[in-house]
């Protein structure tokens, strides 16, 4: 059974930092894409950073440079570390892991509520 489990989510000041992890338990496919979405107040789920499995990463334009997704295939875990942190990030955090072999790009921009593994989320709140 695929469990994905994530932490690290809080409430900040503008301008600060968060790093949110994500634990991935029975998840074995060697070709595949995992990412992070999330979902504001009141919109739609958006994609905000991928990885795949050849180590590509794709990100939203509203977080490049400031977001850095990365992975720990040792540990099974998957990483956003969030600087620069702005009121308009605000929003409940998803981790999903998806068996797709199409690559991170399209994961990010087609997978946003269709991607096979989701974890329940995590918060992150940005104060001005």
């Known amino acids: 059974q695929v469990k994905l489990v994530e932490s690290g989510g809080g409430s900040v000041q503008s301008g600060g930092s968060l790093r949110l992890s994500c634990r991935i338990s029975?998840?074995?496919?060697?070709?595949?894409?995992m990412g992070w979405f999330r979902q504001p107040p009141g919109k739609e789920r958006e994609g905000v950073a991928a990885?795949?499995?050849?180590?590509?990463?794709s990100y939203a334009d509203s977080v490049k440079g400031r977001f850095t997704i990365s992975q720990d295939n040792a540990n099974q875990a998957l990483y956003l570390q969030m600087n620069s942190l702005q009121p308009e990030d605000t929003a409940m955090y998803y981790c999903?892991?998806?068996?797709?072999?199409?690559?991170?790009?399209?994961?990010?921009?087609?997978?946003?509520?269709?991607?096979?593994?989701w974890g329940h989320g995590t918060q992150v709140t940005v104060s001005s």
């Open positions: 999903a892991a998806d068996r797709s072999p199409w690559g991170a790009t399209w994961f990010l921009t087609y997978r946003q509520r269709l991607a096979d593994y």
């Open positions: 029975g998840f074995t496919d060697t070709t595949y894409s």
């Open positions: 990885i795949d499995h050849e180590g590509t990463t």
